[in-house]
């Protein structure tokens, strides 16, 4: 079979995956994360009945969603400790460098809006915009509660991990809060048990490359098969 040349685009997009995979092993702690976040994301779009489009696009964010931290100093992303209130104004930053990185990209515009607003609350209060309910773009909130999850069950240079009911309590007590879309934290507790806590599974005895976007894809597509 002749080989086939990556089209610009599709090149582009696989360096883009390479350096949110880059930016993940700044830190031990974060190995895996956007892979599992990805396939989280994609398990709830499933379960509320998305189409193809929306779920690849809830792949692509939950992989690039942190892609922005690139940008943010070791000193601040690696820290053990609690960030000042200035490292904390800096570490916020990061969801409008992703933004600002893969904007140049056509194929991402449908990303956009969910490396920018990953982190606003339902109730207003998050960054960077203060968007608040349905403001917040649905493939956005999707991402977030899934982020939210894979953050409090994974060991990170500042906290252990917690275990799974734990981690899906303080997640409901945030919703109460009202921190998180209150459907979608549901739905996630529905699916957890038979779906959501298989898929750190899945990712281990995954051994598909992810510094690419083809093989990405193909991941996704693998996962769609595996899970039905």
Sequence with gaps: MPFEAESPVEETEGILFALARAVEQRDEATWGHCERLALIS?????????????????????????????GIPDTILCKKTSLTASEWAVMQTHCARGEEIC?????????????????????????PDGLGGEEIPLLARIVQVADIYDALTSRRSYKEPLGDLQALDLLQQETRRGWRDPQITEMFTQLHG???????????????????????????????AWQT
Excluded at 42 to 65: K, S
């Design 42 to 70: 994609v398990t709830l779009g499933v379960a509320m009945g998305m189409d193809r489009t929306a779920l690849i696009t809830l792949y692509r964010g939950g992989y690039l969603h942190d892609i922005g931290k690139v």
């Design 103 to 127: 904007r140049y990209m056509k194929s991402l515009d449908p990303v956009l809006p969910i490396i920018r607003h990953h982190h606003e609350r339902w109730d207003g209060t998050g960054y």
């Design 194 to 224: 038979q779906v959501i806590s298989r898929i750190a599974l899945y990712s281990e005895l995954s051994n598909s490359s992810l510094d690419r976007k083809r093989s990405s894809l193909l991941t996704l597509n693998q996962f769609l």
